[in-house]
């Protein structure tokens, strides 16, 4: 997705090297018990993507992924310290999330205390976001569907 988004950007803005963020979990699997604590560790940190006229789409999102691949161990690393390390600016204006969690819709109906009788057969999210641009992808049952969010 990312590297889809990074051609997107390029097509509108006419550059070849686009700077977005991008979110990701920020739970590193290093922390001793995270998968028990609650709480929101989302963080949103530039992705860099230098486009290349000669090379295949498929090449380049390959490329992007092992990219971002590498980065993973410092994904925890807050906004503000990239900010800090990066120097002053803007780092960028335009994000995009891949939203990559499991989803039982109606698996509340297996569960001990769930509504017998009760489907649930879709649903919708509402999102809002202070960048001009947002894109929000969401998998769900093996398909990739897209929005992008504007501002409200």
């Known amino acids: 997705m990312q590297g889809a988004w990074a051609v997107v950007l390029s097509g509108l803005t006419g550059r070849d090297d686009v700077v977005f963020g991008t979110t990701v979990s920020g739970r590193p699997p290093e ?21 290349r006229a000669d090379e295949p789409l498929v090449d380049t999102v390959r490329r992007v992924q092992d990219e971002q691949t590498r980065l993973q161990p410092y994904q925890h690393t807050g906004l503000a310290e990239v900010q800090r390390l990066a120097g002053s600016g ?24 769930g509504i017998r009788g009760v489907t649930v057969t879709g649903s919708r999210n509402r999102d809002a976001t202070h960048y001009p641009l947002a894109l929000v992808a969401v998998g769900r049952g093996g398909c990739a569907c897209g929005s992008t969010t504007s501002p409200t």
């Open 31 to 51: 922390v001793p018990g995270i998968e028990t604590m609650v709480g929101l560790f989302i963080n949103t940190l530039p992705v860099r993507v230098a486009l």
């Open 90 to 113: 803007e780092l960028f204006d335009t994000t995009m999330v891949f939203e990559n969690y499991p989803v039982d819709i109606g698996a509340e109906n297996d569960r001990p205390g």
